[in-house]
């Protein structure tokens, strides 16, 4: 296995995983303000990316292409609404419920592949849908409300991932324009702050450099994972693609006491064993594959 790969994707989903602390660092700004500021910086590192990797022109041409034009910005659209409604989780003490959602993310993939790809299931993936299922009703009836973080975020990061897949585009080229789709509004929207006087971008050089670095965390780990997963077995990135959301769990319930209690415990159970039999599934399917080829 090439190591290299393996490292730069495990680097990716342990960023992302220690990424609630960093927006509890910033907890002092609103959600919309942070939004705004990770969406600006992001757009501009990855100008400067692109600038740097001689890919501008590989920017303007497919701006220039009308059905790939509208379909990253509607994925801009939708990646900017699971930003969010992360930022908006992790700096309500909802941390627990947002881990939850990327636990649920690879099933919703599954159903999504079914219904807009036509894509067949095994038994063992209908039994990871199934179990995962029982995980968030038991959630819904013992919490005593909908997990509407959860789903959200797991099914935006869903429909994020199908569009996607209608245009298979370099991964800093695709998310400079579903940046750039947003990016309008996010500039108005911090423009009406400052004149308002609401903006916090001036507060301490300590949240102006944290917003600013919003443009590097939200872009290295993408570009970590791009690079890696195209170096290793897909089997073994649904593996690590868990890494997040454990390290997510662990820190809201070990560093920030949101509760977990035996309801979660049982749902998550379920969730957990989910997940364990889509890893297995795509471990023995790996395996198919390398004795064909054999």
């Not at 095994?122 to 997990?147: C, D, H, M, N, Q």
């Not at 973080?149 to 797991?154: E, H």
């Amino acid at each position: 296995m090439n190591k290299s790969g393996l490292f730069a994707t495990l680097a990716a989903y342990v960023i992302w995983g220690l990424l609630p602390i960093y927006w509890k660092l910033l907890a002092s700004v609103s959600s919309e303000e942070i939004l705004a500021h990770r969406i600006v910086w992001s757009f501009i590192f990855l100008l400067l990316l692109l600038y740097v990797q001689k890919a501008l022109p590989k920017f303007t041409g497919a701006l220039k292409n009308p059905f790939t034009r509208r379909l990253f910005f509607l994925n801009g659209l939708i990646i900017s609404m699971n930003w969010f409604i992360y930022i908006w989780a992790v700096n309500h003490n909802f941390i627990v419920e947002a881990s939850l959602g990327y636990y649920i993310n690879p099933i919703v993939s599954i159903i999504f592949g079914v219904f807009f790809f036509r894509e067949k299931l095994s038994r063992i993936e209908w039994l990871a849908i199934l179990l995962a299922t029982i995980g968030v009703l038991i959630l819904t009836i013992g919490y005593g409300k909908f997990p509407w973080i959860s789903l959200a975020l797991a099914f935006s990061f869903g429909f994020y991932g199908v569009v996607k897949k209608q245009r298979p585009l370099e991964s800093t080229v695709s998310l400079t324009i579903e940046t750039l789709a947003p990016l309008p509004i996010a500039i108005l929207f911090l423009g009406y702050m400052g004149v308002s006087g609401q903006e916090t971008f001036t507060s301490s050089g300590f949240v102006t450099t944290g917003l600013v670095l919003t443009g590097v965390i939200t872009a290295v780990p993408l570009l970590l994972f791009g690079f890696g997963a195209q170096r290793i077995p897909f089997t073994v990135v649904g593996f690590l693609q868990f890494v997040a959301p454990t390290l997510s769990l662990a820190i809201g319930v070990l560093l920030y006491d949101e509760p977990f209690t035996g309801t979660h415990l049982i749902a998550f159970t379920f969730i957990w064993s989910a997940a364990f039999v889509f890893t297995l599934n795509g471990l023995l399917i790996r395996k198919k594959q390398l004795r064909k080829v054999a």
